[in-house]
């Protein structure tokens, strides 16, 4: 081989060398798609759990008012368990967020005194249950959580099979089952949980116990 055929073999070569690769996109683009792709699953996964469980399981609530008082208080943020009730029903003296007779969007907080089935009568301050278990009746003891019920009015209610009888802790003022009547258990969101603010009075929910 010559040195003409050398020159022109170092040409083509050098020709060769220097074509642009178009189908290779530079480094830091390709990073970039990486660490994009690679942020979205970790947010459709997150999205994939977190969803269900605000919808299903558990759902932030904000007391207004203060018709829980001294048990709750305006501005407190409450959890809601909203799967138990899926299981086993509502259970008296648990403090549950419902849906008022009528008005399916606002929400409310009392506790639950009547069962269904039973029998609630307010007389003279008092709350009396008559059920299958106590057809006497006996009077509900609320020392657990109130100094005194409160209670100015007089009245009977029978609750149906799927009806509950809800008062709040506030007897003075809370606009309860005395005004719009018993609630059903689909009327029900939920129980609450845990008391998650003001973190000074962070505490898990208890259930309190009758005796009759």
């Known amino acids: 081989m010559d040195i003409l055929d050398l020159k022109e073999q170092r040409k083509e070569e050098e020709k060769i060398a220097n074509i642009p690769v178009l189908n290779q996109a530079p480094y830091s ?7 994009f792709w690679d942020t979205f699953k970790i947010l459709i996964i997150a999205l994939a759990i977190i969803v269900p469980v605000r919808m299903y399981v558990v ?9 829980m008082v001294p048990n709750f208080h305006n501005g407190e943020y409450l959890i809601v368990d909203e799967i138990s009730y899926r299981f086993s029903g509502p259970q008296r003296g648990q403090v549950v967020i419902f849906h008022p007779p009528n008005n399916p969007k606002e929400y409310y907080i009392k506790r639950i005194i009547g069962l269904p089935g039973e ?3 307010l007389k003279d301050g008092n709350i009396y249950i008559y059920n299958s278990e106590s057809s006497q009746g006996f009077r509900l003891k609320e020392d657990a959580y109130l100094m005194n019920s409160d209670i100015t009015e007089d009245l009977t209610v029978e609750l ?25 258990l689909e009327e029900i969101r939920g129980k609450a949980a845990l008391r998650a603010y003001p973190f000074n009075s962070f505490s898990l929910m208890e259930n309190p116990q009758y005796s009759s």
């Not at 683009?29 to 660490?35: E, Q």
């Not at 759902?59 to 018709?67: C, K, M, N």
Request: proline letters at 5%.
């Open 59 to 67: 759902q932030p609530f904000i007391v207004e008012g203060d018709s």
């Open 160 to 184: 149906k099979d799927d009806q509950y009888y809800v008062l709040g802790d506030n007897r003075y003022n809370s606009k309860d089952s005395r005004v719009f009547g018993p609630i059903t």
């Open 29 to 35: 683009f390709t990073k970039g798609v990486s660490y």
């Open 119 to 121: 029998t609630v009568e």
